[in-house]
Every structure is written in structure tokens, then in C-alpha cells.
């Protein structure tokens, strides 16, 4: 199993709980399909450096977690064919993305 890093912007009209539910759909997907989740993060919602589909702001998520390399392709088909999802990036971590992700996390809890 590989360890992976996905960042996806939620269009910035959704509720509360419509966020909730399409990122708990894409973790139920994961989970499903045996993936362990490392870590989780709402980053909320941040000004884009452009626009996209004419809306300036979007609510970030990032999952990092670990499966198998051939689930990956049916995850982001999923991610593409989802309208609240207007942009995303999937990851393979290497050894050193690996340890900079658990530094990030580090502080992360630090500030909190």
C-alpha cells in the first residue's frame, strides 16, 4: 500500500452539512475499498489565486491516507464527476513527503 495526499476545493455555495456529506462520501469510498486514513484536515474556506467557474472562494480538504495504487483512478473519477468539487490533486508520498507530512502535522497541533 502506498500513502497518498489529496487537496479538493468544495464550491463555496454548499451548506455545512452538504460539505460534510461529499467529504464523508469520498472517505466512506476510501474506506470501502481498505484504505487506512493517516489524517485529515479542514483548511475552510480561502480566497483562490483565480477564479474558477466564476467563484472566487472555495472550502479546502485535505485526506492523507494509505491504499492500494489501483484504487486511485476510480477515487479521482469519483472526485471529477462530483459537481461540489471544483478542483483536486492527488499525491504519491515518498519517504521524505512522508516525514515533512508528519512535521506539518506536528505543528498543526501545536498552534491549536
Known amino acids: 500500500m502506498n500513502q497518498y495526499e489529496t487537496v479538493f476545493i468544495l464550491n463555496p ?3 455545512e452539512d452538504q460539505i460534510k456529506e ?3 462520501k469520498f472517505e466512506d469510498y ?3 475499498q481498505g484504505a487506512e486514513m493517516v489524517h485529515k484536515e479542514d483548511w475552510g ?3 483562490l489565486a483565480y ?3 466564476n467563484k472566487k472562494s472555495g472550502f479546502y480538504r485535505l485526506l492523507e491516507f494509505k491504499v ?3 484504487i486511485i483512478d476510480n477515487f479521482e473519477m469519483m ?3 462530483d459537481e461540489r468539487v471544483m478542483r483536486f ?3 504519491k508520498l515518498d519517504k521524505y513527503a512522508i516525514e515533512w507530512a508528519r512535521e506539518r502535522v506536528k505543528r498543526t497541533k501545536q498552534k491549536a
Do not use: G, W
Request: net charge positive; aromatic share 0%.
Open 68 to 70: 492500494k495504487p489501483e
Open 51 to 53: 477564479p474558477i467557474e
Open 79 to 81: 472526485m471529477r464527476q
Open 45 to 47: 474556506l480561502k480566497k
Open 30 to 32: 476510501l474506506s470501502s
Open 89 to 91: 490533486l492527488t499525491v
Open 22 to 24: 461529499t467529504v464523508k
Open 13 to 15: 455555495v454548499l451548506s
